[in-house]
């Protein structure tokens, strides 16, 4: 049976002290957590709804000279990170894992870290009944009357990536020079030069106290040749003369514009620790380069 269960069956005894002879704490129905968010096939907590349906107060059955007094007493929550060694009143001394770190990043829309919920009552006299751990959760901030809340979140490791700056991608072309040919096949490249973070370029921001590595991952480029075609989105980065997998032929002389689009993927580690995927992605798109298509035209010489 698991803790979660146990606690809404049992309920929890305190000690009795300053008059009071014996508390037994009344199980509340919605302490039970028997539903969790499960993904990959792995349990990660409470679900939102079970987060957000946490009861902010308790009966219990008070016993004082020789009567039994229900009275209703608010609960009071602490959420340490779901690592080992952690337990309620660490306070700001718990430690920050790579699990609580991780664990909620592939579920949707939640906020992070990963923390255990535990509770106890608040008694009349500055008594309290016995801690109980009811589950953990991907929402610690929907967790009712909690000290200690988590600082490092998963949104703010969103909110990173999506302030990093990101290399814009050049279009670079052969023949050279800014100049190809009707009907002879031009070749297209994405340079990933210049100011901003390309591709597994890792930035490193400190939040809360933590080292947090921020690494764009490229997902796509879509190049756009300037005549109304494109190609992509793909993940090949094009090439030069003759193996460039990136190629267009125009049909007309002119002149057209030519640029690429990259989304990029991120991927984040936390204190040293494993790079994970992050969920989102950032599109960028690069400067549009002028390319002169002219038409050759045969002379014969006597």
Same mark, same amino acid.
């Given at each position: 049976m698991s803790k979660a269960s146990a606690a809404a069956i049992v309920g929890v005894v305190a000690v009795s002290a300053a008059g009071l002879e014996a508390l037994i704490v009344t199980? $509340?129905?919605n302490a039970t957590c028997v539903t969790c968010v499960v993904k990959?096939?792995?349990?990660?907590?409470?679900? %939102?709804?079970?987060? %957000?349906?946490? !009861?902010?107060?308790?009966?219990?059955?008070?016993?004082?000279?020789g009567k039994t007094v229900v009275k209703v007493v608010p609960y009071e929550?602490?959420? !340490?990170? #779901? @690592?080992?060694?952690?337990k309620p009143g660490d306070g700001d001394h718990q430690v920050? @894992?790579?699990r609580a770190a991780k664990a909620c990043v592939p579920v949707k829309n939640a906020e992070g870290p990963l923390v255990m919920v535990w509770r106890r009552l608040v008694l009349p006299g500055n008594e309290f009944g016995a801690w109980e751990q009811i589950g953990e959760t991907c929402w610690p901030s929907l967790v009712p009357n909690a000290k200690h809340k988590p600082g490092l979140t998963v949104a703010m490791i969103k909110a990173a990536f999506s302030n990093t700056p990101f290399v814009k991608p050049k279009v670079t072309m052969q023949p050279v020079g800014n100049r190809t040919l009707v009907n002879l096949p031009t070749y297209f490249a994405v340079d990933f030069s210049g100011p901003g973070y390309g591709p597994d370029e890792v930035r490193t921001v400190t939040l809360l106290g933590h080292k947090v590595q921020i690494k764009p991952v490229l997902k796509s480029n879509t190049f756009r040749f300037g005549d109304g075609t494109?190609?992509? !989105?793909?993940?090949?980065?094009?090439?030069?003369?003759? $193996?460039? $997998?990136?190629?267009?032929?125009?049909?007309? %002389?002119?002149t057209v514009g030519a640029s690429i689009t990259t989304v990029y993927g991120?991927?984040? #580690?936390v204190d040293g620790g494993d790079f994970t995927d992050? !969920?989102?992605t950032a599109t960028v798109t690069g400067p549009v380069q002028q390319l002169q298509i002219l038409e050759a035209t045969d002379h014969l010489i006597r």
């Open positions: 199980p $509340d129905a990959g096939g792995a349990a990660v907590g409470m679900s %939102r709804q079970e987060t %957000r349906s946490l !009861p902010k107060n308790g009966k219990a059955n008070v016993k004082k000279k929550y602490q959420i !340490p990170q #779901a @690592c080992s060694g952690n920050t @894992c790579e494109s190609l992509g !989105p793909t993940t090949s980065r094009g090439g030069v003369y003759p $193996d460039g $997998d990136v190629k267009h032929t125009y049909l007309q %002389r002119g991120g991927q984040f #580690a992050l !969920p989102g």
